[in-house]
């Protein structure tokens, strides 16, 4: 038998020392959010500690809703996380739980809001609202995201906070069942749109029903699918953008004309 002196022998398995501990981590999945800052604070006579959080910042419909949570250290109900991570039966579980044994407020802010100040202010107005609305004032709070809040007590903000904080993960659960909730109640109001389903993200179905029905008073005017539903069912409501190097030349030698006149009777 001849063999192919250019074929190389199979390499050798070579052994990964950390194969077992990917394994395990791959097998237990991302960590859950702790409530080992709101101890540390505790610890250094820091108390009441709360978390806050929003849900709704993406979606093309409905208020973006921030929830703020100090969780009782003796009665934190098992299960607590990001609220992406959970299920929604089990978002609507804890949120009895949390609600049952935890100082909670919620603030909305509303389309016409959003509209108004944009979609991050109008989130940082939220999530102020829930702080100030909160039982009792906390003396520091956590805060999902990179912006600290503009609030009497310490904040700060942590990056991924709702997996990493207990009590800002506890917000995000309320947060995300409570506007959940006020979608399907728009649903009642606006049928056809699916809000119920995608709770007004831009999912195809969603999109969809923007071009066939056209906006709503639920939807945000100033975002690209809506404006350019607006400018298909309701056209009057869009106003024209000037060009301002469209200016034809007869405009030009009449506001050249103006000019003349006008230095002449100097």
Not at 253 to 261: H, R
């Amino acid at each position: 038998m001849i063999r192919d002196k250019s074929a190389r022998k199979p390499a050798k398995d070579v052994p990964n020392k950390d194969a077992p501990k990917q394994a395990a981590e791959k097998k237990a999945g991302p960590a859950k959010a702790s409530f080992r800052r709101e101890r540390a604070l505790i610890k250094r006579g820091v108390w009441p500690v709360a978390g806050c959080d929003e849900a709704g910042r993406g979606p093309l419909a409905g208020p973006v809703v921030a929830a703020a949570v100090i969780l009782d250290p003796d009665r934190i109900p098992r299960g607590i996380d990001d609220s992406k991570r959970l299920t929604a039966e089990e978002r609507e579980r804890l949120f009895d739980k949390i609600c049952a044994t935890a100082q909670v407020s919620v603030a909305v802010a509303s389309p016409a809001r959003i509209d108004r100040d944009n979609i991050l202010r109008a989130s940082l107005w939220a999530l102020k609202r829930a702080v100030i609305a909160l039982p009792e004032p906390p003396r520091h709070v956590f805060v999902d995201g990179r912006d600290r809040l503009d609030t009497p007590c310490d904040c700060e903000a942590v990056i991924g906070g709702d997996g990493i904080v207990l009590s800002i993960a506890a917000a995000s659960i309320v947060a995300k069942v409570t506007r959940d909730r006020l979608m399907c109640a728009l649903a009642q109001d606006c049928p056809g749109y699916g809000f119920e389903q995608h709770k007004g993200y831009g999912v195809p179905e969603h999109l969809d029903a923007l071009d066939r029905l056209g906006p709503t008073i639920h939807h945000r005017s100033f975002f690209a699918p809506v404006v350019a539903a607006r400018a298909k069912h309701m056209p009057w409501t869009v106003e024209p953008v000037r060009d301002l190097f469209s200016a034809t030349e007869v405009e030009l030698q009449v506001e050249t004309a103006v000019e003349i006149d006008a230095s002449a009777g100097l």
